[in-house]
């Protein structure tokens, strides 16, 4: 799982038709303290996540066995919004 930060949208009036109907959301991996790291991504939204919500994108085929998205041509999927990060610093 990649823990990350919605920083935007992506509108594709083409694309294939069992993408139809699916929001696309870019997303941004981020650190457990909320530090951005890597590149963004593009994940279809299977929770109805929000702008500058903190979610959890699953990849590969994980992603594809989200909520209804097996015979869908995706790499990551959005499938949890974030309440809170606790780490444990002690270590």
Known sequence: MIL????GTVVAT???????????????????DGEAHGASLVA?????????????VVSGS????????TDRPIDAAIVGIVDAVDTDDAA
Do not use: F
Request: glycine fraction near 6%; hydrophobic fraction near 50%.
């Open 4 to 7: 990350a930060k919605v920083v």
């Open 14 to 32: 083409r694309k294939d038709d069992r993408l139809v109907g699916s929001k696309l959301l870019l997303v941004q991996p981020v650190s457990p």
């Open 44 to 56: 279809v939204d299977t929770v109805d996540a929000g702008a500058a919500e903190t979610v959890l």
């Open 62 to 69: 994980s992603a594809r066995m989200a909520a209804g998205l």
